[in-house]
């Protein structure tokens, strides 16, 4: 599970640094676009977007640190095991479905 963690922590990282401008991704826009309403549209759209991919990558971070720390794959309401399909599923779970 860990690896499969570090692959997509990996992944969102190089995401969020594409959609942040100055990063050479497609968040580089033309400040001399004729269409400015439709630039800073898309810039709302990248922001949105890098925030969302950022509370993801905090999500496994937050896994990650429950690996190293032992308490990975319990529920954080009842400390019971979150079963293995629903880890598989969902490698970020902090719950059991009795508490999702």
């Not at 826009?29 to 925030?51: H, I, P, R, T, Y």
């Not at 991919?53 to 309401?77: P, V």
């Amino acid at each position: 599970m860990r690896a499969a963690l570090i692959n997509e922590r990996d992944r969102l990282v190089a995401q969020i640094s594409a959609l942040e401008p100055g990063h050479g991704g497609s968040a580089d826009f033309d400040d001399n676009f004729a269409d400015s309403g439709q630039v800073a549209a898309e810039q709302g759209e990248n922001k949105l977007l890098a925030a969302q991919l950022r509370g993801e990558l905090e999500e496994i971070e937050r896994a990650m640190a429950k690996i190293e720390d032992g308490t990975y794959g319990r529920c954080e309401t009842c400390g019971e095991a979150i079963p293995g399909p629903r880890l598989e599923a969902v490698p970020t779970a902090r719950f059991c479905i009795a508490h999702a």
